[in-house]
Each structure stands twice: as structure tokens, then as C-alpha cells.
């Protein structure tokens, strides 16, 4: 069932980005930093708006959305990630479809991705083209030397 996350879920939230094994320790120390953000301040003051699909008292997967910085209601998906043993069994695409849900409840009239284009994220672009989401752009070695940053985009 997919909720708004409780404090105490935190801790689940931090460790699903660190074992999915696609996030450095730079980008799992993010997520975290998000998420106390997210729990200090609240969605309005921070941003950050978190989702967790949980099985009884276990974190299987997690999303987080909010607003783009200086447009016209456009959103970025933050973070996205099922923990490896939950995975292939349609989470991230019901995280994702209530992210969007989300999105349109605030009027949000896209949802902006932006991932990797190592080999590693392969099966992450096709996902997202999978789910209605348009290659928009790829900026060449922008996260380092042979790591494009594409960018997809979805109209709500």
C-alpha cells in the first residue's frame, strides 16, 4: 500500500537508496539530507513531497516529487527507488503513478526526470520511456567524464 511515509520510516527510506546499489554514498547522503528537510520543515517549506509503498511494517520502495525551482508549475522527480528484493513487481511504476497523481493534484502541468546514461541505467531510461516519459535532451559527460545526464519529460 502506498502512503505518506511516517518518521520512523525514515531510516528504511535511507537504507533502500543505499542497497539498491545505483546510488554513490554522495547521492544516499542526499536522499537523507531530503528527507530530514522533509520532516523539519514539512512539504509547503521544504519542497519534498515523499511516498513509501510498505508490506506490514517494511519500506519496500520510496518516491519523492515537488515543485521545479523558478517555472510555471513543473515538477522534478527527486528520488525513486524499490529495495532489491521487492523489485520487478510493479512498485516503482504505482510509486511513480502516484508521484504523477500528486503532480496533478497541485496542477503540475509536467514531471521532469533527469538520470544517468551509464549502461547501469539502461533498464532505468527504458522504465521511464516504458511509463510514457520523452527522451527530451542528453547533456554529454555532465556528472563526469562518460556519464551523460538524460532528461525525460512527461506532460500531465
Given at each position: 500500500?502506498i502512503i505518506?511515509?511516517?518518521?520512523?520510516?525514515?531510516?528504511q527510506?535511507?537504507?533502500?537508496s543505499?542497497?539498491t546499489g545505483?546510488?554513490?554514498a554522495?547521492?544516499?547522503?542526499?536522499?537523507?539530507?531530503?528527507?530530514?528537510q522533509?520532516i523539519?520543515?514539512?512539504v509547503?517549506a521544504s519542497?519534498y513531497?515523499?511516498?513509501?509503498?510498505?508490506?506490514e511494517?517494511?519500506?519496500?520502495?520510496f518516491v519523492?516529487?515537488?515543485?521545479r525551482?523558478l517555472?510555471?508549475?513543473?515538477?522534478?522527480?527527486y528520488?525513486?527507488?524499490?529495495?532489491?528484493?521487492?523489485?520487478?513487481a510493479?512498485?516503482?511504476?504505482q510509486?511513480?503513478?502516484?508521484?504523477e497523481?500528486t503532480?496533478?493534484?497541485?496542477?503540475?502541468?509536467i514531471m521532469?526526470?533527469?538520470t544517468?546514461?551509464t549502461?547501469?541505467?539502461?533498464g532505468?531510461?527504458?522504465?521511464y520511456?516504458?511509463?510514457?516519459?520523452?527522451?527530451?535532451?542528453?547533456?554529454?559527460?555532465?556528472y563526469a567524464?562518460?556519464?551523460?545526464?538524460?532528461?525525460?519529460?512527461k506532460?500531465?
Amino acid at each position: 500500500m502506498i502512503i505518506t511515509p511516517l518518521l520512523a520510516d525514515g531510516d528504511q527510506i535511507c537504507e533502500i537508496s543505499a542497497r539498491t546499489g545505483f546510488f554513490n554514498a554522495e547521492e544516499v547522503q542526499c536522499v537523507e539530507e531530503i528527507w530530514q528537510q522533509h520532516i523539519q520543515l514539512g512539504v509547503q517549506a521544504s519542497g519534498y513531497t515523499f511516498f513509501v509503498e510498505k508490506d506490514e511494517h517494511r519500506v519496500l520502495g520510496f518516491v519523492c516529487v515537488g515543485p521545479r525551482s523558478l517555472t510555471d508549475h513543473v515538477f522534478d522527480l527527486y528520488w525513486i527507488a524499490v529495495d532489491p528484493s521487492a523489485q520487478r513487481a510493479g512498485i516503482g511504476r504505482q510509486l511513480l503513478e502516484k508521484a504523477e497523481q500528486t503532480v496533478r493534484e497541485q496542477d503540475g502541468r509536467i514531471m521532469v526526470i533527469e538520470t544517468s546514461g551509464t549502461t547501469k541505467y539502461a533498464g532505468t531510461r527504458n522504465f521511464y520511456l516504458s511509463c510514457g516519459y520523452l527522451h527530451e535532451a542528453t547533456l554529454r559527460d555532465l556528472y563526469a567524464d562518460g556519464d551523460d545526464l538524460f532528461i525525460y519529460t512527461k506532460h500531465m
